[in-house]
């Protein structure tokens, strides 16, 4: 069974019968809820409405009504549900064109929100484009300010902050909306605050909650959820830890359940920074639990990689391991939802064709009808029916030759692609073995010469060296040449030492690694924590191994120090059931995965990994730092 799954099942079973059945309790007087279900966010007089309801334009109004009482909730799947519901309803033929395109962009915002929620940004991104373009096409001004929003935020979770930036303050210049312009101010604060400059940030956070008009609004929620966080980033604790309790009241008394749970979050950030680390690992559980409940993939991942931190803050390496291999399977969650969903865009792309052709068939087959009624209205068309009933058998055995001359081809294709394959997966094998090889030799070849220039040069050296020390003579001549002999032979044990390291043989590899770690810090300004669990079993790998990692690790530090702009590097090395895992990470500026092009030392690295079967996973994004993770199987 796969180790990441069965980690993700037992986790997310413990949480929820934990958490179901009691509130965590911290502090004095605050309590936390966590929910074994989707918490109830929508008056059943709206569904009843719905299902009694026989207007198109009617139902249409109320899907829109139950999609934003789920999105003020934060229920993303219920949102996209709502959002898909619309599109389909607006594509019957009887439905009002004008009012229909209307809710046509009202369904794509519902779609937007919900896909950025869910943390597929490109999705969302695409989505709001579409929007925008029909906007522009229809000539409909009132919902074109919200889908720009929406994309502003898109660009923002991104770390385009240049495309965010310039939205949201043509949005403050030139909306008519107080609400478009009390979030336009907020996501500004939120771009200050990313840029560290704190006094920006506080100015339009003020602008945003001069222009409220309602103070347990939830705008007013998120205002005050960035303001916890500016007091704790100021190290005012005290003032954060109210600030949050006061938006968990606020956010539970109307049902504002995604606010509630990132500020169940925060205030776990504060427990762990506090070394209250039991408080905050159940806060924390508590906020996962509610992410799970509701699907929220990429909030899910802010949540366990505190819980890593806590973890690793207290020194519970085993768990914070765990938790990586958690936030990794989260992480590939999300990319094979953005798969899927390009498959499903591609599937419908097909069925509509389908359907065309199905359209065109049956007009063809009418006009056909309509053909041999008029030829059978006059006896002059009876030589054109002889002609047909001649023409259809060699246009039949033409279409079969035809279909038999393409099947034929498609399996000519087909062969001469497995053809292609398997030479392919021959050569990469052939290849990988002579790689193997070829460093097989270049070892044994390594440690071949060292001996010869050990045991023969270096031992006729000293021969030397002591015939000459009993020889008579003139004693400055006899010494230069003892010098020149033994400056030779050091030459030729140095030589022999660096063709077969010395080092690798006599100390422990965890102890040569914390010495190189050592020397790159006394000449780097990097913050660098290493971390080796169990040492024992680091220590006992074969040479080869041990070689290899070193030599890799070089190269990962060569790459972050030149390129990354990181101020913090962590090193994890574990070994677990038969696996090696390094994990590599940096706070550095990042990059996008799908534009990287890669160099000779990222090149160097798989070469290595290739001869040892191990496997290398990259997680990085602008301004969020890099992830490496290697996993090198152990042979038993």
């Known amino acids: 069974m796969d180790r990441t799954v069965t980690t993700s099942s037992f986790l997310i079973t413990f949480l929820i019968m934990f958490v179901s059945l009691f509130s965590v309790s911290s502090q004095e007087n605050i309590r936390f809820h966590a929910y074994g279900k989707t918490p109830k966010s929508v008056n059943d007089s709206l569904y009843k409405a719905l299902f009694n309801s026989t207007n198109t334009n009617q139902k249409l109004d109320l899907l829109y009504r139950i999609g934003e009482e789920h999105l003020k909730a934060g229920d993303v799947d219920s949102v996209i549900k709502y959002g898909n519901q619309i599109k389909e309803l607006y594509l019957k033929p009887k439905l009002g064109t004008k009012e229909a395109q209307l809710y046509k962009v009202k369904a794509y915002f519902l779609l937007g929100k919900g896909k950025f929620l869910n943390g597929l940004f490109d999705e969302s991104l695409k989505t709001y484009l579409e929007a925008l373009e029909l906007t ?81 609004s939830k705008i007013n929620q998120w205002i005050q959820l960035y303001l916890g966080r500016l007091a ?54 508590t906020a996962y639990t509610n992410a799970i409940q509701w699907n929220r993939l990429e909030l899910q991942k802010k949540i366990i ?10 020194g519970d390496f085993e768990n914070a391991y765990n938790l990586m291999t958690q936030y990794n399977s989260v992480s590939n969650q999300i990319i094979r939802q953005q798969n899927s969903k390009v498959i499903k865009e591609i599937e419908i792309k097909y069925q509509t064709l389908e359907k065309e052709n199905q359209i065109y068939e049956l007009k063809e087959e009418q006009l056909s009808k309509q053909n041999e009624i008029e030829r059978q209205k006059t006896i002059k068309k009876a030589f054109l029916y002889g002609f047909l009933a001649l023409l259809i058998p060699i246009v039949a055995l033409l279409f079969v030759y035809y279909q038999k001359l393409q099947t034929q081809s498609m399996l000519n294709n087909q062969q001469e692609e497995l053809n292609s394959q ?38 006729n050296l000293a021969g030397i060296k002591l015939q000459l020390a009993n020889l008579k003579g003139s004693k400055k001549f006899q010494k230069e040449v003892i010098n020149q002999v033994n400056e030779t032979y050091e030459m030729v044990r140095e030589i022999s030492h660096d063709l077969v390291p010395k080092k690798f043989n006599q100390e422990a590899f965890v102890h040569i690694i914390e010495n190189y770690i050592f020397q790159l810090q006394k000449n780097t300004e ?63 500026k990042g990059f996008e995965v799908k534009n990287l092009r890669k160099g000779i030392g990222l090149q160097n690295i798989e070469n290595r990994l290739n001869t040892l079967n191990g496997k290398l996973l990259l997680d990085s994004a602008l301004k969020r730092g890099t992830v490496i993770n290697i996993n090198i199987p152990l042979k038993n």
């Open 136 to 216: 522009k096409e229809l000539k409909i001004t009132d919902e074109t300010d919200i889908i720009k929003l929406g994309l502003g935020e898109v660009y923002l979770q991104k770390g385009d902050l240049t495309n965010a930036s310039s939205i949201f303050t043509k949005l403050l210049a030139n909306t008519i909306d107080n609400g478009i312009y009390v979030k336009a101010n907020f996501y500004l604060g939120v771009i200050a605050f990313d840029k560290d400059d704190l006094p920006l940030a506080k100015e339009h956070y003020n602008e945003a909650q001069s222009k409220l008009e309602e103070e347990s």
């Open 232 to 285: 704790a980033k100021e190290d005012k604790n005290n003032i954060a830890f109210g600030i949050y309790e006061s938006i968990m009241g606020i956010a539970l008394e109307n049902s504002y359940f995604d606010v509630y749970t990132e500020a169940v979050l925060e205030y776990g950030k504060i427990c762990a920074k506090l070394e209250q680390y039991q408080i905050a690992e159940m806060v924390l559980a």
């Open 305 to 314: 990689n505190s819980l890593r931190l806590t973890y690793q803050a207290k």
């Open 422 to 459: 398997k030479i392919a997966a021959l050569l990469n094998a052939q290849e990988l073995e002579l790689i193997r090889t070829s460093l097989d030799a270049q070892q044994e070849e390594r440690h071949r010469i060292a001996k010869q220039l050990h045991d023969s040069i270096g031992g």
């Open 526 to 588: 990097i913050e660098i924590t290493f971390s080796a669990h169990p040492k024992e079993q680091i220590n006992d790998l074969s040479e080869k191994l041990r070689v290899e990692i070193y030599q890799i690790l070089q190269e990962l530090f060569t790459n972050t120090i030149k390129h990354a702009n990181a101020t913090t590097i962590e090193v994890h090395l574990n070994i677990h059931d038969t696996v090696l895992q390094l994990i590599f990470e940096d706070n550095g």
